[in-house]
């Protein structure tokens, strides 16, 4: 399925296909689209700095990624799922014995900022996730890469575990390289609204100078992920929901993720004004902020881990009164699974050496 689509938090673009240069340097293998993001360390230095200085005021100033108001409308639910292939998961892995502010909250749980085509600076909400190095995030696609600004990814993209009131307790982690399906990357498909992206060991501060952190999954864990699975089980949602509903009602500060439980729908869902097909819904009565936050199949409240199997990419009104009530996922099916496996074994390494000094 070829198409053009618009994000939760985006504008739609021009008939036809998307521009030559959101593709630009991707490299697709089969179903696979790679793009680099901070390819060295002194560029990943840079992003750093930039969010941490004053006192990380960047990510304080930072607003949820924007949507369209006009396109929060009922999601229409036909047919059943066709997994493409047998079921398949991958465990979580656990992580060590550090604190977090949200004691009741999976520590994997955070934002990616970045800035938008426009120059302003966004969030939306990810997971840490399973991988061999310890060093991925899942999120939407539409929080990578730039549909707006015709770019490829989006710029100065890091990603804040355990993200609280302005403050990164385990470091900042910078974004090395996204891995997607080609479909969104090449035809903008928001059935293929996923990314996985590997991130540079986490630069954290001590007495005026950056220190290494050390890798994402030993500070915070990973999530597991699932494939193929049955629609209309339950998951437990996360995110951080800010931007107001369609009514101009805002309940929600942003500061904190939030949480959503339910059985997902056992049908195809589909919006015909977003072009998407193969969506799953879930009831939860948040808002944009929440674009990313996985959708957790099997989750232990004991363990905080499960299963990502679907990542918050649209909201919907299905009661008609102007607030959100819905959200929508892509169905994580065995081309998700190619994705990720590719992103899995991808190695990324540290910025900084042992006494703050520029890695080399």
């Known amino acids: ?27 697709a293998a089969d179903d696979i689209a790679k793009d680099p993001m901070a390819t ?18 960047a990510l304080r100033n930072a607003t949820a990624y924007t949507w369209d108001a006009a396109d929060v409308k009922k999601v229409v639910q036909k047919g059943g799922y066709s ?3 047998r079921p398949g998961q991958t465990a979580p892995q656990s992580a060590g014995s550090g604190k977090s502010q949200n004691v009741n909250l999976p520590k994997t749980i955070g934002k990616v900022f970045f800035v938008d085509a426009s120059g302003k600076y966004r969030w939306c909400s ?39 009131q302005g403050k990164a307790p385990f470091g900042i982690y910078v974004g090395k390289q996204a891995f997607t399906h080609y479909d969104f990357t090449t035809y903008e498909d928001y059935d293929r609204d996923y990314a996985f992206v590997t991130v540079y060991n986490g630069i954290g501060h001590d007495r005026r100078k950056f220190v290494d952190a050390g890798r994402l999954g030993d500070n915070v864990g990973g999530q597991g992920i699932s494939w193929n699975q049955p629609s209309g089980k339950p998951v437990r949602a996360f995110g951080y929901p800010y931007a107001p509903h369609p009514d101009g009602n805002k309940v929600y500060s942003g500061v904190t993720p939030k949480t959503c439980y339910g ?5 195809k869902v589909g919006a015909s004004w977003l072009k998407i097909e193969e969506h799953v819904g879930l009831k939860c009565a948040v808002t944009p902020g929440y674009d990313g936050g996985p959708w957790l199949k099997n989750y232990s409240n004991a363990k905080r881990l499960g299963y990502v199997n ?7 009104d299905q009661d008609g009164n102007d607030r959100i009530d819905w959200i929508t996922s892509p169905y994580f099916d065995g081309e998700t699974a190619d994705v990720y496996n590719a992103a899995k074994n991808v190695w990324s390494g540290k910025v900084v050496g042992p006494n703050g000094e520029l890695y080399k």
């Open 263 to 267: 059985p997902t729908t056992g049908k």
């Open 40 to 57: 060295n360390t002194k560029a990943a230095y840079s992003v750093a700095a930039f969010w941490m200085r004053s006192n990380y005021a």
């Open 1 to 27: 399925m070829k198409r053009i689509l618009l994000p939760a938090g985006g504008a739609l673009l021009a008939t036809g296909l998307v521009a030559a240069g959101l593709s630009g340097t991707a490299q």
């Open 310 to 316: 679907g990542v918050t990419s649209t909201f919907a």
């Open 83 to 85: 997994p493409d292939g």
């Open 126 to 164: 990810a997971t840490s996730i399973q991988s061999n190095y310890r060093n991925l995030v899942a999120t939407a696609a539409h929080c990578v890469y730039d549909t707006d600004g015709n770019r490829d990814v989006m710029d100065r993209w890091v990603f804040v575990p355990g993200y609280y």
